[in-house]
């Protein structure tokens, strides 16, 4: 304590306020350069113009919030859907012996193929192919279509997740249960899978990120969402402000799910760090 009866911050204290304000001062240098060199740059006028026109970004904005709602609808949609049927694909590939290899073996093709197509192809070719082949009501909404073709694509790259958590709970619990006299089904269902689905939250909500974001591919065959909407106001002003607009909206839904994934994932490596013993939650 000092003279004047004030306590001194003490070792780690000033180092932790010392490279608070070093962290500080570093990140209002460089993105003030970066600010200052756009800013500054010859053709910034026009690139003000033409993407950051304030009254048409606010203009816009309503119109492209209410559009974000069917963004929502097949956002929320989808998501079920692709729980469900990426853990039916994910059981497929688990399931032993040699009477299994034709599921084991149509899951592998369908993973491998709709992770290697481009989802934007696979909402074209269903978007556009199954109304031409005159199977179907011709009314029935494109936004249908959208929503299958989400889910398709997606199912394939969540059925690996959930692949990857089923291989990751240790033997000695299958062989356990078994032991008991419970059949491989019901393995799957009472001890496995259970653990397994705990454990893949976070990369699986990093995929949800990834299908929120990939909702606006639809608008390819005709449906209104925000970006579609948004490509409508560019056309009638015949500047891109709009599309700054559709951006905020994703940021500003996206990044809390992003930050709240990175704490699940933190939250799970330091149980796991911790031997699991202590505060076990929703992984363990």
């Given at each position: ?13 000033r180092?932790?306020l ?11 240098v460089?993105f ?16 003000q ?19 974000f709602w ?19 694909l ?22 491998d ?25 011709p ?15 997606y ?26 006299g ?7 269902r ?13 990369p ?14 639809v608008?390819?065959?005709?449906v ?20 700054m607009g ?11 799910l ?27």
């Open positions: 304590m000092t003279s004047t009866g004030r306590v001194r911050p003490r070792g780690p204290d180092r932790a010392r490279s608070t304000a070093i962290a500080a001062v570093s990140t209002l460089i003030g350069g970066l600010g200052y060199l756009i800013v500054t740059s010859p053709g910034w006028p026009e690139v113009a033409t993407f950051f026109d304030g009254e048409l970004f606010w203009a816009s904005l309503p119109k492209l919030v209410a559009a069917i963004n929502v609808i097949m956002f929320v949609t989808a998501e079920i859907l692709v729980l469900i049927f990426g853990l039916v994910a059981l497929m590939r688990s399931l032993p012996g040699p009477v299994f290899f034709p599921l084991r073996l149509i899951a592998t093709i369908y993973a193929v709709f992770r290697a197509v481009p989802g934007l192809l696979i909402v074209a070719l269903l978007g556009f192919g199954i109304p031409a082949l005159g199977l179907v009501d009314k029935t909404s494109p936004l249908v279509y959208g929503v299958a073709a989400l889910t398709l694509v199912s394939a790259y969540v059925s690996e997740v959930y692949r990857a958590g089923i291989d990751s709970i240790h033997p000695s619990q299958g062989m356990a249960a078994r032991s008991l419970l059949s491989h089904l019901h393995t799957l009472h001890v496995i899978v259970p653990q397994a689905v705990r454990r893949v939250i976070p699986l909500l990093n995929d949800f990120i990834g299908l929120q974001k990939d909702t606006v591919l608008s390819y065959i005709g209104v969402e925000i970006f579609r909407q948004a490509q409508i106001i560019q056309s009638a002003n015949f500047n891109f402000t709009p599309y559709v951006a905020l909206v994703f940021i500003v839904v996206t990044i809390p992003a930050r709240f994934t990175d704490w699940l994932i933190a939250h799970d490596r330091g149980m796991r760090d911790a031997g699991g013993n202590r505060g076990r939650g929703m992984f363990q």
